[in-house]
């Protein structure tokens, strides 16, 4: 076997051997993705009736409380970082960087100074390597969170905003994640979750139609209400998004995989046929051989003859 030969069939089994383990990949982010896509769909009701009941507490009441009252010169913002520990993923991770890396920006540029706080080895490996300042960061978590993880995370942010930012507080919270939209589509998005936006969610939930909005009655007192509902409306609020990135980080490693598991079969059909054409060329050229081989014999023979 000549030496090009060789060298097309070693790459061919390599390309094989690639192509198994991205098959197997994309196999296993399809079966993930339908899972996370069902705890998206469980949690998403319980954050939207909860964003509610504070609203209603905020709407119904005079009662001045971090959750609901914005700071009269915001100083000091804190931005939460939403990756994944593990790449393989297609722009999932670079995408949900530059739009947190436009956040700051832009909060920055109105004078605020931010914090930033990362879930994700991708997220902390790319503040790390430009030696940016992360207050806080956790991994480990990202493709199977949990309740429990999103009450870790919370907790910080939670002390944080209840603090004066003379003490090290801030006051507001934005969180950077990707929206899952479909198996072919999910976008990096911003969203300030404190203080909450009372008129803005108040008008998505009348969904265009002109209600009446109920009178309560609050006990023991509509602060003791917002203090109980602040720790449960930001973990509900962190939970649904670490679920929607864990949804497209899997989508977007299924469409990955099966990219790569594609290119890899044509590079094999490739690598194949110059793998025939060189035996094609070694079987020509060994024929050649032979018959210029017995050609000579035969002037050989005829010339001893005379």
């Known amino acids: 076997m000549g030496a090009q030969l060789r060298v097309y069939k070693r790459r061919i089994r390599s390309v094989t051997a690639t192509k198994k383990i991205t098959k197997a990949m994309e196999m296993i982010a399809a079966s993930r993705v339908v899972k996370a896509q ?128 003379a003490e090290g507080g801030v006051d ?42 109920p009178l309560f009655d609050f006990e023991p007192s509509a602060e003791d209400v917002l203090d109980a509902l602040l720790p449960r409306y930001v973990e509900s609020r962190i ?10 980080k899997h989508a977007a490693t299924r469409r990955a995989m099966k990219s790569a598991t594609d290119n890899a079969g044509d590079l094999i059909n490739s690598l194949s046929r110059l793998a025939n054409a060189a035996r094609q060329a070694e079987i020509t050229q060994e024929i050649s051989e032979i018959v210029g081989g017995t050609a000579a014999l035969a002037d050989a023979t005829a010339g001893s003859d005379k």
């Open 239 to 248: 939970y649904n998004a670490m679920l929607q990135s864990a949804a497209s």
């Open 38 to 165: 069902r705890k998206v769909a469980a949690s998403t009701p319980y954050a939207t009736e909860l964003t509610r009941a504070v609203t209603a507490v905020g709407t119904g009441s005079n009662t001045k409380h971090p959750l609901t009252t914005e700071a009269e010169t915001a100083t000091r913002t804190a931005v939460l970082l939403l990756t994944s520990d593990r790449g393989l993923a297609g722009a999932f991770n670079s995408n949900a960087i530059k739009a947190a890396e436009q956040l700051t920006a832009r909060l920055e540029a109105e004078g605020k100074e931010v914090d930033t706080y990362v879930v994700g080895r991708r997220g902390l490996a790319h503040y790390n390597f430009r030696e940016r300042k992360v207050v806080e960061s956790w991994s480990g978590f990202t493709d199977e969170p949990t309740y429990a993880d999103a009450k870790k995370v919370a907790a910080p942010l939670i002390e944080a905003i209840e603090k004066e930012t």
């Open 172 to 213: 507001e919270l934005h969180i950077v994640y990707t929206e899952f939209i479909s198996m072919m589509t999910q976008t990096a998005i911003d969203s300030r979750l404190l203080p909450l936006s009372l008129e803005e969610v108040a008008e998505e939930s009348k969904s265009g139609k002109d209600e009446i909005l």
